[in-house]
């Protein structure tokens, strides 16, 4: 893991200054064609290169935003904080706000309910992409190179519950892309459901997910799944027609 780590790296630092041919990448990184072409197809996937002029690479969206991580996180939070007072008060739970962070989910923010019973503020909190719904969403549009390598790990077990077989998860994500949104139930901690969805960028990626959690012994309410579900779907398109709109 550590060496392509190391070679994704040297491949970024490689392009940087510039569109470069897959055979100059080649040569500044001292690697074989084939090795090389497969990093940047999986650097490309994840918006870290974008390929210009046919077969020339430079650093991509994704990276080219990093300068500004922390204003676009603000941002990011200021759009979405009036869809989760809106969850909130439609729904009567706690509503959130998580990104991506490697191989984690970083909550970034949360509006909490005024249930005398309250699920904890998980805003600064990070978790594993596989044990809560706002990890799925994100995952579930991974490249498969990504996704392949994420599940050739370790998985962390939080509760009885959490899935860690990867085909288990393989299947779980296909779901997931099909019906647009994920549930987690008592995966990440014991007592509490949540249902996230994703929040797209102008150009249609996944930068981000919309969560609802609450007690599981009174989220979702009985028979209310879809109902829930479409609610935080709705809240999480919203956010992104903003985005889009930017």
């Known amino acids: 893991m550590a060496q392509a780590v190391e070679r994704a790296f ?3 630092d490689a392009v940087a200054g510039g569109p470069v041919a897959l055979s100059e990448v080649a040569r500044r990184v001292e690697l074989p064609k084939s090795t090389v072409a497969r990093l940047l197809g999986t650097l490309e996937g994840l918006g870290a290169v974008e390929r210009v002029a046919g077969a020339r ?3 991509g969206p994704s990276l080219a935003e990093l300068g500004g991580v922390g204003g676009a996180e603000r ?11 809106l969850l909130v008060r439609s729904l009567g739970e706690d509503a959130g706000l998580a990104l991506p962070d490697g191989y984690a989910v970083h909550y970034v923010a949360q509006v909490e309910s005024d249930h005398a019973v309250q699920v904890r503020d998980w805003t600064g909190t990070r978790a594993p992409m596989h044990a809560v719904p706002s990890g799925l969403v994100l ?23 959490t899935v ?15 019906q647009g949104v994920a549930w ?3 995966e990440y901690a014991e007592g509490i459901a949540s249902v996230a969805a ?11 997910a919309l969560h609802v959690h609450g007690p599981a012994y009174r989220f979702p ?20 027609a903003r985005l889009a709109g930017a």
């Open 10 to 12: 040297a491949i970024l």
């Open 57 to 59: 690479y430079r650093i």
């Open 75 to 85: 941002s990011l939070v200021s759009v979405a904080r009036p869809q989760l007072a």
């Open 139 to 161: 995952l579930a549009e991974w490249p498969e190179e990504a996704l392949a390598g994420y599940l050739a790990r370790p998985l962390e077990r939080l509760t009885a519950h």
């Open 164 to 178: 860690v077989d990867p085909e288990r998860l393989r299947r779980r994500l296909a779901e997931v892309r099909d």
């Open 184 to 186: 987690g139930r008592e």
């Open 198 to 208: 994703p929040v797209r960028d102008r150009r249609g990626k996944t930068v981000a």
């Open 221 to 240: 309410p009985p028979g209310q799944d879809d109902r829930v579900a479409a609610g935080v779907a709705a809240a999480a398109a919203a956010v992104s």
